[in-house]
DNA sequence: CCAGACGTTGTT
DNA sequence: GTCTGG
DNA sequence: CCAGACGTTGTT
DNA sequence: GTCTGG
């Protein structure tokens, strides 16, 4: 957590505590600001649930959002304009399929240093439930081999410009949704162990072979 | 006007 | 909530 | 994302 | 095949 304080410029600990398998609709560690106010650490559950959605059944449909159509979506243009968040992580799983096979990578960055990833969030009815997705972009060099899409990665020179714009900076906002450009990005292939949703412990992480 | 949709992923 | 299709 | 379920009736 | 739950 102090790294994650001082990489995000929190204003304090969030609560918060490792995680190894994070599945749609569990809780993530989200940075949210106000224009001109503290960057806050708060936890949301992953899977977007817009304002008139009758129900939560939607959040399964919406734990990712397209950074090619994120501004004009109906599920995703109110909160583009006014709720943007940065979504914590130190890694991410992304599947290469094969046939039937699913093979499991790991993905980091060297020393696991925590990055943000662009989110949008939502509250969502009386209960004020807080929901967010992530935006996804064309994968890079580093990703491409094992899945076409990846998230948008920030820099975090950006992050302020991700989290603070007004509205109508809409075209200076896209521009930040690009795939991770200095492509520092490792992929580890891991076991298929982390398949499982309900495993949630170190042994996800656990390396199988090198990727080259 | 009202009714109905509103999303991504991957696979075919 | 807001847009599209009928 | 993956894993796992996927149904109605009536009865306790 | 497609939806739900985690």
Same mark, same amino acid.
Request: aromatic share 8%.
């Given at each position: 957590m102090a790294e994650i304080v001082r990489e995000f410029q929190l204003a304090a600990p969030a609560e918060w505590s490792a995680r190894f398998n994070i599945a749609p609709t569990q809780s993530v560690l989200t940075v949210t600001q106000e224009v001109g106010g503290p960057r806050v650490g708060r936890c949301m559950q992953w899977g977007l649930i817009p304002s008139?959605?009758?129900?939560?059944?939607?959040? +399964?449909?919406?734990? +990712? *959002?397209?950074?090619?159509?994120?501004? !004009?979506?109906?599920?995703?243009? *109110?909160?583009?304009?006014?709720?943007?968040?940065?979504?914590?992580?130190?890694?991410?799983?992304?599947?290469?399929k094969g046939g039937k096979a699913k093979q499991p990578f790991h993905i980091h960055f060297p020393g696991n240093r925590p990055f943000g990833i662009a989110g949008l969030w939502e509250s969502w009815g009386d209960d004020h439930l807080e929901t967010c997705t992530l935006i996804? @972009?064309? *994968?890079?060099?580093?990703?491409?081999?094992?899945?076409?899409?990846?998230?948008?990665?920030?820099?975090?020179? !950006?992050? @302020? @410009?991700?989290?603070?714009?007004?509205?109508? !900076?809409?075209?200076?906002?896209?521009?930040?949704?690009?795939?991770?450009? *200095?492509?520092?990005?490792?992929? !580890?292939?891991?076991?298929?162990?982390?398949?499982?949703?309900?495993?949630?412990?170190?042994?996800?992480?656990?390396? +199988?072979r090198p990727l080259f």
């Open positions: 008139w959605a009758k129900d939560r059944s939607i959040a +399964n449909s919406l734990i +990712n *959002a397209r950074a090619e159509s994120v501004a !004009d979506k109906p599920s995703f243009r *109110a909160a583009f304009k006014r709720r943007r968040c940065l979504v914590v992580a130190d890694g991410y799983y992304e599947w290469q996804t @972009t064309e *994968a890079n060099e580093t990703t491409r081999p094992i899945h076409d899409r990846m998230p948008v990665i920030l820099d975090p020179p !950006d992050f @302020t @410009t991700w989290l603070e714009s007004p509205s109508e !900076d809409r075209d200076k906002l896209l521009a930040l949704l690009r795939p991770d450009g *200095a492509n520092q990005l490792v992929a !580890d292939v891991v076991s298929t162990y982390v398949n499982n949703p309900r495993h949630e412990d170190p042994e996800c992480l656990t390396v +199988n």
